[in-house]
């Protein structure tokens, strides 16, 4: 009989032995017979961020965290008060617990505008009410148009808009009229088609938009109800 397979009648017969006569096997008979290494060879997916350990113990250094859905690649498995996994990620090697781990990448979802969704925007637009206006500008310091509608949008969790008011019209679906939360187009000149200008939908006829010199409500009548090009949603 080989060493390896000779030890490990030794300690499973130990074992045996000490349940045979206690009815209780000590933690460490236990450890050695339930934490055997074995080879795999699987990419996984992180279902959340995820501490990478010098040894299959949460008591062990930690090497790193792997951030949530990122992808690892399994060589060794081991269970040891659970299943551990011996992962390679970004150019280190470390165990990480397998109950956070996954054979399929997770689906990112994308919020389509509804009537809730639609208030949770003017709700995360309505709290920069009173911003500057800054030309170029898409944080919280300052905001031309577009910044702000595309900044508001990824606040709310919606659909990812490109950074000027022109690529955000040919992103979104054309309507007729629009639904809280749409998008609304403008041109400089009364009737004019060339897009220079966008805003959002805030209901009971009235925008939010970065316009003049902040961000404000205004009513769509006169001024900008003569500009409008067109109205564009995601729903």
């Known amino acids: 009989m080989k060493k390896h397979k000779l030890l490990t009648s030794i300690l499973t017969g130990a074992l045996a032995l000490t349940v045979g006569f206690t009815g ?7 450890s050695a ?5 074995t080879k795999v060879s699987k990419n996984y997916y992180t279902k959340a961020a995820l501490n990478m350990r010098t040894g299959p113990t949460t ?29 390679k990620y970004n150019g280190k090697v470390g165990w990480v617990s397998g109950k956070y781990l996954s054979s399929k990448k997770a689906k990112k979802t994308v919020k389509k505008a509804s009537a809730a969704s639609g208030n949770a925007i003017i709700n995360a637009g309505r709290k920069y009410v ?25 606040q709310a969790g919606m659909k990812s808009l490109p950074r000027t008011s022109r690529a955000q019209k040919a992103s ?40 003049g010199n902040s961000v404000k409500f205004q009513s769509l009548s006169g001024y900008w109800n003569q500009r409008v090009v067109s109205y564009g949603t995601t729903r």
Do not use: M
């Open 172 to 211: 979104v679906k054309r309507v007729s009229s629009p639904k809280v939360g749409d998008l609304i187009f403008f041109s400089a000149t009364p009737g004019g088609s060339y897009v220079s200008h966008v805003g959002i939908y805030a209901g009971n006829n009235q925008v939010l938009h970065a316009a």
């Open 130 to 154: 009173g911003t500057p206006y800054v030309w170029g500008g898409s944080r919280p310091g300052g905001f031309d148009c577009s910044g702000f509608t595309s900044y508001v949008y990824k």
């Open 59 to 87: 008591k062990a250094k930690r090497v790193l965290t792997i951030p949530k859905g990122k992808k690892v690649y399994a060589y060794q498995r081991k269970t040891v008060s659970g299943t551990w996994y011996k992962v």
């Open 33 to 37: 017979a339930s934490s055997k290494t």
């Open 24 to 30: 209780v096997a000590t933690e460490q008979q236990a």
